[in-house]
């Protein structure tokens, strides 16, 4: 695994990243999340040995990284690499080549890249024809071209239309899948649920979270939905009860215990209906504004 250690870095005397720890584990997808200047791009630079941390270290499998740039790790930078009026393949052929691949392997693992993300035909194009989501693609393939060890991408979901956003997501799963430790940014909270399996939270340069998704919604998981056959406004003077949420007949809430849950149940069941009562499961995106709030 890839793994951050109390990494601090500071511009003109102001602290940007204050102890940055967390891992991003193998076999996982692993989304890096914080508001606009909360230090993403800056903690991915410093993996990537393009900018060095004042203090800290980063280590893959348990290795302290020395060198000051990672050949074997791929890497999409915020302000995107390529060429917009060079064909793809040139371009292609070329990274791969800085990357000590020879012209004709390279050019195979570029076709076979376009290829599996649907873009053979567009080999000869010029990057700047392809639609934005096409462009990304290509993006993504050029830092897949060697084949590396990591993946770490800043914000590659941007501007995505919702097709796009599900092919590139496949394309991360399936790097995922085969063991490499995938690092992306995003500010498409909505894009959590469906697709990371780790979560790490940044804000203000310090980390506020890092869990797996299944950990962080299981400490989260204390809320209910009521439904009931009339107004739930009782529920605001009930004890052990906290009112999270409620409109007319509907609430939400979180119980102080299992017992408050049970005794609030009986008394809800004794006054009428009661259409629903179940765990509420929180979206990532809920998780991310309370853990910042
Ligand atoms: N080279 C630099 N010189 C001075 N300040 C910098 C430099 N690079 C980054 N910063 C500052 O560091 C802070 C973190 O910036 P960074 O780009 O890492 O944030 P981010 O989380 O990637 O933001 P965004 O979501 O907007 O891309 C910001 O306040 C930024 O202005």
Same mark, same amino acid.
């Given at each position: ?33 914080? =508001? !606009?200047?909360?230090?993403?791009? &800056? ?15 980063? @280590?893959?499998?348990?290795? &302290? ?32 080549? +800085? ?29 700047? @024809?392809?639609?934005?989501? !096409? ?49 992306? @940014? ?40 009521? @439904? ?21 007949? !509907? ?17 809800? +069941? ?14 990532? =995106? ?8």
């Amino acid at each position: 695994m890839l793994e951050l250690h109390q990494i601090s870095r500071s511009f003109s005397g102001t602290k940007v990243l204050d102890e940055v720890s967390f891992a991003v584990p193998r076999g996982a997808l692993t989304g890096f999340v914080g =508001a !606009n200047g909360a230090g993403k791009t &800056t903690t991915m630079r410093i993996i990537m040995g393009l900018l060095s941390a004042n203090s800290g270290h980063v @280590s893959l499998d348990g290795k &302290t990284l020395s060198t000051p740039t990672r050949p074997s790790f791929g890497y999409m930078p915020e302000e995107r690499g390529l060429y917009p009026k060079q064909p793809i393949i040139d371009q292609l052929i070329y990274l791969g080549q +800085l990357h000590s691949l020879s012209r004709a392997t390279a050019r195979e693992r570029a076709m076979e890249l376009l290829s599996r993300f649907g873009l053979e035909h567009r080999a000869k194009s010029k990057l700047e @024809s392809l639609s934005l989501g !096409n462009q990304q693609r290509v993006q993504v393939a050029a830092a897949l071209l060697h084949e590396p060890d990591v993946l770490v991408l800043d914000e590659p979901f941007s501007g995505l239309d919702p097709l796009a956003v599900d092919a590139m997501s496949s394309i991360l799963a399936d790097y995922a899948a085969r063991g490499v430790p995938v690092l992306f @940014s995003s500010h498409q909270l909505d894009l959590l649920d469906t697709l990371v399996d780790h979560l790490v939270i940044i804000q203000d340069g310090k980390i506020r979270a890092n869990a797996s998704a299944q950990d962080l919604r299981a400490a989260h998981t204390s809320r209910y939905q009521l @439904s009931l056959g009339a107004d739930a406004g009782w529920l605001r003077t009930e004890p052990g009860v906290e009112v999270i949420d409620l409109s007319g007949s !509907n609430a939400l809430v979180s119980f102080a215990t299992v017992a408050d849950s049970q005794r609030v149940l009986a008394h809800a +069941l004794s006054r009428g209906n009661v259409t629903e009562f179940a765990v509420h499961r929180p979206a990532l =995106a809920d998780i991310y504004r309370e853990i910042i709030a």
